[in-house]
């Protein structure tokens, strides 16, 4: 079905079940990250417009955490979807930090973010921790449910020490979990899943709870598919659903490998962007645009239910959305793995 915004007729996103699950999920969504002003700030009349840009291109999935602008996400996206009938979209968000308002606004410490709410965090895996992030969150939002949680984060990216991660992991065995099945079996929660930046984390988590699907954030893109080795093939093994969160691998593979460019929520390195710049010139001989490659890349695998890149203009929004509405012919990916570039068992449409 096709819809028109902007003056502009795009394609709808279709629906993809969530692995073995009964929530079918936009296969174009909505990242939330940006809105909690990751890299650039963003104006509260811009946010909304953004998420407006997205509900009129037809966007039903959308993804936010507590940690993304301290809360600024959630109150963001809370406030544009409360004003949509309920039953018409998908909302996710997660648990694993719970937030408290900062001592001392003036001099806290925004980390990463360039904005966001002052509110400082700690991290907290167990059943209390988990009860009290859902019913924060639930607040934030404004709304009486969500229909998929995930644990957020419990990878080694954010771990210094393999005994602080093991800590947390425990942590979540022993009590945490209990609060995510409870949420689940009450229907407060249609599905339980987990946020995850590296790919060890995947066989790790499997290993731990029994999860219903993984939101990936950087290891599956036209960059890496060193998942298909293991984490994706015991993903499919179990029935566990993957929805991709960065397919741009956090810029690059938007911006192209100019000065600066980000990859993996870093500056790329120059081994990185010599792969990129490789990768542009093929799609240009196909008069195809990188990110287009990108998008219909990750939606090629068959245990991906949907891709959530973020936005925090408008046009990024309609952008997204016509290069995921634009046919990319096979030669692409034919020349693609040739080249090297791409792995010759990677899916592609």
Known sequence: MARTTQGKTVKAPAKRKLGQTDVAVSEFGFGGAPLGELFVPVPETQAQETLAAAWDGGIRYYDTAPFYG??????RLGHFLRQQHRDDFILST??????????????????GWVGGLPFDFHYDYGYDGVMRSWEDSMQRLGLASVDLLLIHDL???FWETEQKLTAYEQQLRASGWRALEELKR??????IGAGINRSPAIPRLLDLVDLDFFIVAMPYTLLDQGVLDNEFP???????GIVIGSPFASGILVTGPVEGARYAYGIAAEEILHKTRQMEAVCSRHD???PCAAIHFALAHPAVAAIIPGGFQPEHVRQNLAFYGTTV????WTELKAEGLLRADAPTP
């Open 70 to 75: 301290y809360g600024k996400s959630e109150h």
């Open 94 to 111: 997660k648990i694993g930090r719970v937030l408290t308002p900062a001592h001392n606004a003036s001099t806290f410490d925004r980390g």
């Open 155 to 157: 990878d080694a990216f």
């Open 186 to 191: 009450d229907g407060r929660i249609r599905a």
């Open 234 to 240: 015991r993903c499919q093994d179990r029935g566990v």
């Open 288 to 290: 195809v645009a990188l």
């Open 329 to 332: 012919p096979a030669d692409l």
